[in-house]
Antibody, heavy 117, light 107 residues
Framework: DVQLVESGGHLAQPGGSLRLSCSGS????????MTWVRQAPGKGLEWVSS????????YYPDAVPGRFIISRDNSKSTLFLQLNNLRPEDTALYFC??????????WGRGTQVTVSS | SYELTQSSSVSVSPGQTARITCSGD??????ARWFQRKPGQAPLLLIY???ERSSGIPERFSGSSSGSTVALTITDVQVEDEAEYFC??????????FGGGTRLTVL
């Protein structure tokens, strides 16, 4: 079965950094584009970033700050999201999904990031 | 930028039919997907390409499209269908946009 398991989210101080991970199993990870999505408390889902299957192309919405960096390690079937200079408005549940540009099919359960002093 | 609009909530009794709509200009030229989301669980793909049912999804879940509106219809609603349902579509720049989600309550 396809599984995506996010990790790395926790309470962080403003200005701090976090590295989120998403481990994929049950499919050939290197064959799929991947995406991060987040949902802040009381808000809707928001696309954060996507990356091509090989990792050579990355995509971000205009609204996402340059503080976020998506990457992947296909040898370990793992997707990453580096969050730098964290702000309280980055508080959200972060999901990874398989696919991008409207064709995501499987999602993880998410990892909670809380930014607070 | 594009937006997808869903009603915030729908309530039905078991055995009835629930219809959830999602509207947005982008839907006139891009396919939509529907996901079901329950607390603490990963979102589950129900429908892709507006009306194609994902593998393992019961036939009582169906999707349709007309112009800039897509709809998810659940016939013979079961108690376990109580969840949030959201639509989603491709946007520009390899991105995606989401509907705000519709809470289905089974009374």
């Amino acid at each position: 079965d396809v599984q995506l398991v996010e990790s790395g989210g926790h309470l962080a101080q403003p200005g701090g950094s976090l590295r989120l991970s998403c481990s994929g199993s049950g499919f050939t990870f290197s064959h799929y584009n991947m995406t991060w999505v987040r949902q802040a408390p009381g808000k809707g889902l928001e696309w954060v970033s996507s990356i091509s299957d090989s990792g050579d192309k990355t995509y971000y919405p205009d609204a996402v700050p340059g503080r976020f960096i998506i990457s992947r390690d296909n040898s370990k079937s793992t997707l990453f999201l580096q969050l730098n200079n964290l702000r309280p408005e980055d508080t959200a549940l972060y999901f990874c999904t398989r696919g991008f540009n409207g064709d995501s099919d499987f999602w993880g359960r998410g990892t909670q990031v809380t930014v607070s002093s | 930028s594009y937006e997808l609009t869903q009603s915030s909530s729908v309530s039905v009794s078991p055995g009835q039919t629930a219809r959830i709509t999602c509207s947005g200009d982008i839907l006139a030229k891009r396919y939509a997907r529907w996901f079901q989301r329950k607390p603490g669980q990963a979102p589950l793909l129900l429908i892709y390409k507006d009306s194609e049912r994902s593998s393992g999804i019961p036939e009582r879940f169906s999707g349709s499209s007309s112009g800039s509106t897509v709809a998810l219809t659940i016939t013979d609603v079961q108690v376990e269908d109580e969840a949030e349902y959201f639509c989603y579509s491709a946007a520009d720049n390899k991105g995606v946009i989401f509907g705000g989600g519709t809470r289905l309550t089974v009374l």
